[in-house]
């Protein structure tokens, strides 16, 4: 398998950067060590350009190639922050901080684009600007809208932008993606009823909100099962009920929280308008008052197809073509960088992580066996892309 020799000479530094951002969680926009890590690292490799609080406390190096005079920018994207999740590993770099983790691999996002970074600053072996992202907040703090609202593609003259993110249980050396919608749209649903509170021993002089809550949750099942085609896709999830304070009192209040996702516009617009009338007829019939509040999210993220393909080309390159699924099947999980693929041209790929727990899970660990296919498939990016 061609990876880089360069890049599996890196291959015990970049991991030790993982190791350290593991044992070091930050959350959302909170990543001021981290991103400060990631500056420096951008210094001392020699990027042109290291610009900080790009969308808040985002991170951008700019990396001039020796070869010509093209003005082609791409950029590669990572993501830098971790979850509210205690730990249940035990290993040596462990998270450091109560509460937090690296439970979707962003440590290793990082690390991976940090290693390219080096080995682009050094060989400059290519025509043109790369341009390496280190994004925030994409654990539903929408860093890639942010980043992309403060400018970050006019800013340094991004024509084409590409993420990569790990992918558990899919072998090592292995890679998947696909053209047009990779993931869904995910949407905050939030459902108030309001009844008529009173003792629990005297329910007929009430309008019980829990009750139509009950209702409308079992009513909600029926817009996937019975208005969306089934050759489409959506989820709706109530996950959160908050009622009542004791046990002889029926509430006044009810509210219901959870989230919609769906894989084309056409279908949001289906399941956020179905809500809305489930929700205000259910609650009326039992005589109750039901509110709809919905707050559309992350967007669809779509692979735009010549990228796509060019994206499976390079990792094909690095994998050999049989360990590159091109057709891997969409998903209802969300990725921010959905953001930054409505402004520019560009793809998503995912790479195995190998055995593994899955993301956002107490003992996911990032795979360190898989950061040389990952930086090598930067590299080979960004030298394929913009070749003299």
Known sequence: MPIVNRVADLHPDITAWRRDLHAHPELLY??????????????????????????????????????????????????????????????PYKSTVPGKMHACGHDGHTAMLLGAARYLAETRNFDGTA???????????????????????????????????????????????????????ADFVTIEIEGVGGHAARPHLTVDPVVVGAHIITAIQSIVGRNVDPVKSAVVSITVVK??????????RVRLDGTARSLSE?????????????????????????????????????NHERQTEFAGDVASEIAGAAQVDRELP?????????????????????????????????????????????TSYWVRLVETALKG
């Open 131 to 185: 341009v390496v992202i280190f994004q925030p907040a994409e654990e539903g703090g929408a860093g890639g809208k942010a980043m992309v609202e403060d400018g970050l593609m006019s800013r340094f003259g991004i024509g084409e932008v590409y993420g990569m993110h790990n992918y558990p249980n899919m072998p090592v050396g292995s890679f998947g993606l696909r053209p047009g919608p990779i993931m869904a749209a």
């Open 30 to 91: 909170d990543v001021h060590r981290t991103a400060g890590s990631v500056a420096e690292k951008l210094k001392a490799f020699g990027c042109d350009e290291v610009v900080t609080g790009v969308g808040r406390t985002g991170v951008v190096g700019v990396i001039r190639g020796r070869r010509g005079s093209s003005a082609k920018t791409i950029g590669l994207r990572a993501d830098m922050d971790a979850l509210p999740i205690e730990e249940a590993n035990d290993l």
């Open 330 to 374: 969409p998903m209802m999980g969300a990725e921010d960088f959905s953001f930054m693929l409505n402004e520019r041209p560009g793809a998503f790929i995912w790479i195995g992580n190998g055995p593994s727990a899955g993301l956002h899970h107490p003992e996911y660990n990032f795979n360190d066996e898989i950061i040389p296919f990952g």
């Open 266 to 302: 056409d279908i949001r617009v289906l399941v956020e308008e179905r809500l809305r009338t489930l929700v205000e007829n259910t609650a009326a019939a039992f005589g109750a008052k039901g509110k709809l509040t919905y707050r559309r999210n992350y967007p669809v993220l779509v």
């Open 243 to 252: 009622a009542g304070t004791t046990d002889n009192v029926i509430p006044q």
